[in-house]
């Protein structure tokens, strides 16, 4: 048992601004590097993950991984390179 069941299709909907996007992006994050789900949930072996949206542009989905990813790496809560920002 797990937060969502292997090979399914979940659905997320909230108020504009909610952080869903957010939300979803580091639960994805976490479940495609087995990691511990939000630091709780117990790890598991990577997973591939799949995120669809019709709110945000590829590029505003692209900024936001990789703002991610740089918090994540450890390196502080400093902005990524410039060039980073740009992708």
Known sequence: AGLLPRSCVGICHGESGGSKS???LTMLI???EGKKVFGVLPANPPRKCLYVTNE???DEVER???E???RRSGLGD???PKDAQER
Do not use: I, K, T, V
Request: charged fraction near 20%.
């Open 30 to 32: 976490d479940l495609a």
């Open 22 to 24: 957010a939300w979803l």
């Open 78 to 80: 400093a902005q990524p």
């Open 56 to 58: 945000d542009e590829a």
């Open 64 to 66: 936001r991984l990789h």
């Open 68 to 70: 991610m990813a740089w």
